[in-house]
């Protein structure tokens, strides 16, 4: 049997279910009901710093944008 045909049935039978099994466990892991605050937290990073609101869109804009636009 040559080493090719012999690692194509490996790769189709044993490490397929071996892959099927990670990928179950990763999302089981990543759904489990301790994780929710890990990724809120995680969720709010960008936002951990911002005390004022947005400013305009105008205000935002250099001036030669404003002279642009009128």
Same mark, same amino acid.
């Given at each position: 049997m040559e080493?090719? #045909?012999?690692?194509?049935e &490996?790769a189709?039978?044993?490490m397929l279910?071996?892959? &099927?099994?990670?990928f179950?466990m990763?999302?089981l892991?990543? &759904? =489990? ?5 890990t990724y +809120?937290? #995680?969720?709010?990073i960008p &936002? =951990?710093?911002?005390d004022?609101? %947005?400013?305009?869109r105008d +205000? %935002? #804009?250099?001036?030669?944008?404003? +002279? %642009? =636009? #009128?």
């Amino acid at each position: 049997m040559e080493i090719y #045909t012999l690692l194509r049935e &490996f790769a189709d039978s044993w490490m397929l279910l071996f892959l &099927f099994t990670f990928f179950v466990m990763v999302v089981l892991w990543a &759904f =489990r009901p301790g994780s929710t605050k890990t990724y +809120e937290d #995680t969720a709010s990073i960008p &936002f =951990r710093h911002v005390d004022a609101p %947005a400013p305009d869109r105008d +205000e %935002a #804009t250099p001036a030669a944008h404003k +002279e %642009a =636009r #009128t």
